[in-house]
């Protein structure tokens, strides 16, 4: 989801005032609840969010683990991609 901009950032006005030595990440992080009660959000069409997550899974597709040697994306883990590729389109 994608926050509303102009809500995210009167929301950031409003914390700079409640918390004014807190960091804008730091509410992010901290303070989500209160930051979700006040900034609208949006699922983005279709159009824009399809090669968004096309683009992430390529990213990554190839990566291994230096730990344990085993890939980021397993068989099941590639079908729920698969799965919210579809729910996307």
Known sequence: M??????????EAAA???????????ILFR????????????????????????AVFAEFDNIVDATTGSP???PLSIKAFKAVLRLAE
Do not use: H, M
Request: proline fraction near 10%; avoid cysteine; charged fraction near 25%.
């Open 31 to 54: 303070r989500l609840s209160w930051l979700n009660k006040r900034v609208r959000r949006l699922i983005p069409a279709p159009d824009i969010i399809v090669p968004r997550l096309k």
């Open 72 to 74: 980021l994306f397993t």
């Open 2 to 11: 994608l926050s509303n901009l102009k809500d995210a950032l009167a929301a």
């Open 16 to 26: 700079a005032k409640l918390w004014p030595n807190t960091q804008w990440p730091e």
